[in-house]
């Protein structure tokens, strides 16, 4: 999509700190990192944000998910981490486009 910047990020037009990447998906670090570890896993495909899912996406989301389990271990989150997805204006969705926020690497706050 044009004028997205995570659709910018996953084609490689604006640069990244990418910890992984295949057909599908995207991971790299968060640009103001909120904990010690804080990464993002984005679809490739442009989707606006979890509201936007749909009974299709179900194969994506399991990937997704199998991804950031294995980023997680590859990181040492051992101790647990916490997967995040702002959906719209009151959760202070900033980005367009889905994004896991992924936090870790210490104690976070409840
Ligand atoms: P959200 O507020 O849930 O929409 O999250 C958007 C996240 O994207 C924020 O945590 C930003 O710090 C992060 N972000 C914005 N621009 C970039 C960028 N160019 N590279 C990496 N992360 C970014
Ligand atoms: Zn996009």
Redesign the pocket.
């Known amino acids: 999509m044009e004028d997205c ?1 995570f659709c910018k ?1 996953a084609a490689g037009e ?1 640069p ?1 700190k990418k910890l992984y990447e295949d057909d599908q998906v995207v991971a ?1 670090y ?3 990192p909120q904990a010690k570890v804080h990464f ?1 896993v984005i679809p490739k495909k442009h989707i606006s944000s979890a509201a936007a899912l749909t009974e299709a996406d179900g194969a994506l989301l399991g990937h997704v998910f199998a991804v950031i389990a294995k980023l997680a271990k590859e990181q040492g989150l051992d101790n647990g981490y916490r997967v995040i997805s ?1 959906v719209g204006e009151d959760a ?4 367009k486009h889905l ?1 896991f ?1 992924v936090l870790g690497g210490e104690k976070l706050p409840v």
């Open positions: 910047l990020i604006i990244s790299f968060d640009i103001a993002l702002n202070g969705q900033t980005v994004h926020h």
